[in-house]
């Protein structure tokens, strides 16, 4: 199979591409000594626009035990900071290290990135999309039920990048999948995005359902999903999306409306009691640490996919 030369976007992969990636992610669960030594003597350099604990851990735990390193670069101390321009940072980086992943706020820093450099590069979260996140939460449901076919995920909250990718993996493993977001288009998804993802469960046979209802939206769902009202870089607008999200919360009413056996995932960092109850995060439903724990698996198969030689 053709390897892909970055992981930018779940739309750049295949549905192939993407089980391929899912399969190795369990296989570096359950046997990580076999994969010790795969990217030995290379380096990761791991640059972030934004804060993270999971991303950051993931990648830099993950070239550890692949045998390489990984270069913890805050934006704030590079020299991408002080306007140093993506084209020269992309070619100076691809001459010191082997890959790079990017936390970047404008998604086309991490296409930029790979457009003017000459090694891969891994988006580990942009405005647009946070596909890393949607690799771990898909091996975690995978895991749960034993497949992905025929299941239905659905997302209730933002229209962001958690809810653009979801829409996208969904679509390449054939789930069903539904978003729930409020009326006001401000927190739609982009248009794009749900354009090119409706052609995706178009060709496999799914459904992307697109509702302002939170009840209907979730009824006969195997997955809930939600994420924080305030993404990074939205702080000052706080108090008016806990206003604009009322309603949209998911608690103990929301799960068994989504049936007896649905499962929930968030990507975290959570905030319980706006986009979440406790009684859904910290209840029985709730596999937000095997999720957080798959991001270590999910990430190593990513890099293991594009860096091994
Ligand atoms: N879910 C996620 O990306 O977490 P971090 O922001 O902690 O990396
Ligand atoms: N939507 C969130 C995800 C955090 C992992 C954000 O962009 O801040």
Redesign the pocket.
Known sequence: MARQPHFLSINDYSPKQIKQLLDIADEMKQHPKRFNKSLKGQVLAMIFE?SSTRTRMSFETGMYQLGGIAQFLSSRDIQIGRGEPIYDTARVMSRFVQGIMARTFAHQTVTDLAKYGSIPVING?T?LE?PC?IMADLQTVREHFGKLSGLKLTYIG?G???AHSYMQGTGKTGMDCTIITPKDVKYSCNAAIVEAALEDHAAQGTTLTITDNVMEGVAGSHVVAT??WV??GMEEEKAERIAAFKGFTVDNAVMEAAGKDAIFIH???AYRGYEVLEEVIDGPRSLIYDEAENRLHAQKAIMYSLMAK
Request: glycine share 0%; net charge negative; with cysteine.
């Open positions: 934004k979260l405005d946070h996140q933002d962001n990048n958690m994420d924080t993404s990074m990507c975290l960092p």
